[in-house]
């Protein structure tokens, strides 16, 4: 069965300090991998997918970025954290056909101070 | 740009009461849809998924409806229990072949016992 794996689960980070958080996944190979900010009501909001390693697509411009080093690993990043960046991050997959089903990772609290 | 609407926002209802929650979207090219369960702090957990050529989709007391035409989907959730209590979010899979998803703002419910 697939699993997948997202760490840590809470992070307070400085302004200005650097960020990684990183989510692997399980079971599958060639997964597509998706990372969504959810922000208190406003929902969910896609920053990052991607198809393949390497490959990485941006939804929104903003202070972040994505890596995928590895067919099943994916990496939010950011050099220098605001406060606007405090969020729940998630981090998601789904097998590479438009009518497979998503799945979800437990979530990364960040809070910026 | 798809949006997607979910309403009631929040809803508090006695325990045994069927929950119904309605989800609507604005562009009917979708290749599926899915509804989630989110306990607070946590991840998403996925409860049903229709694909786009489905009407509905059933699991225990979950029942959900599909009709792609009109740009909607009903959450029913029979016989509802204090355990049900949880932010409920629809989602649907864009058809423009990135597959990405399209949230909700979710509905929040309360059973009361």
């Known amino acids: 069965s697939q699993t997948i794996h997202q760490w840590p689960a809470t992070l307070v980070q400085p302004v200005g300090s650097p960020l990684s958080l990183e989510c692997t996944v399980e079971?599958?190979?060639?997964?597509?991998l998706y990372w969504y900010r959810q922000a208190a009501g406003r929902g969910l909001q896609l920053l990052f997918y991607?198809?393949?390693?390497?490959?990485i697509s941006s939804e929104v411009p903003q202070n972040l970025s994505a890596s995928r080093p590895q067919d099943r690993q994916f990496i939010l990043s950011s050099k220098k954290l605001l406060l606007s960046d405090s969020g729940f991050y998630l981090c998601?997959?789904?097998?590479?056909?438009?009518?497979?089903?998503?799945?979800f990772g437990q979530g990364t609290r960040l809070t910026v101070v | 740009k798809q949006e997607v609407t979910q309403i009631p926002a929040a809803l508090s209802v006695p325990e045994g009461e069927n929950l119904v929650l309605n989800c609507s979207f604005t562009?009917?090219?979708?290749?599926?849809l899915q509804w989630f369960r989110q306990d607070p702090g946590k991840g998403l957990t996925s409860l049903l998924l229709?694909?786009?050529?489905?009407r509905e989709q059933t699991s225990g007391r979950l029942n959900a409806s599909l009709d792609k035409s009109s740009g909607r989907s009903t959450l029913y959730i029979a016989a509802s229990q204090p355990g049900d209590s949880a932010t409920y979010l629809c989602?649907?899979?864009?058809?423009?072949?990135?597959?990405?998803?399209?949230f909700g703002k979710g509905n929040q419910v309360v059973v009361i016992p």
């Open positions: 998601a997959w789904s097998r590479d056909r438009g009518w497979s089903e998503a799945f």
């Open positions: 079971g599958t190979s060639n997964p597509n």
């Open positions: 991607s198809v393949g390693i390497g490959q």
């Open positions: 562009d009917s090219a979708i290749y599926n």
């Open positions: 229709i694909q786009s050529s489905q």
């Open positions: 989602a649907v899979k864009t058809g423009d072949g990135n597959n990405r998803l399209a």
